[in-house]
């Protein structure tokens, strides 16, 4: 189901076959965390990781933290390991998570 959180809509990832490691923002991730919460789900556990990223422009961030993020696709659940960059940037998700 989608939701509509400040105008965006939150619950999804974005396939990115050139993404080397699942990213998802902070304020994306506390937009799922809200969409978890009305639906009595469990927030998922911050876990201490850092991950050096590069972006194509040039600019560089090291991050401390990464989440597991529970998904279901149709019937199937897991959880997808990501990295929590700053900002609203969306669910990536990775070659190794596809």
Known sequence: ????????LSG???????CGRSIIGEETLHDFEKMWEER????????PETNHFHYGSGEQETIRFA??????????????????V?????????????
């Open 40 to 47: 009595g789900l469990p927030k998922p556990a911050w876990i």
């Open 12 to 18: 999804f990832g974005v396939l990115d076959s050139g």
């Open 86 to 98: 700053k900002g609203r940037a969306p669910l990536l998700i990775s070659r190794q998570a596809l």
């Open 1 to 8: 189901m989608r939701r509509r959180v400040s105008g965006k």
């Open 67 to 84: 989440v597991k993020i529970l998904v279901v696709l149709g019937t199937k659940s897991g959880t997808i390991r990501a990295a929590a």
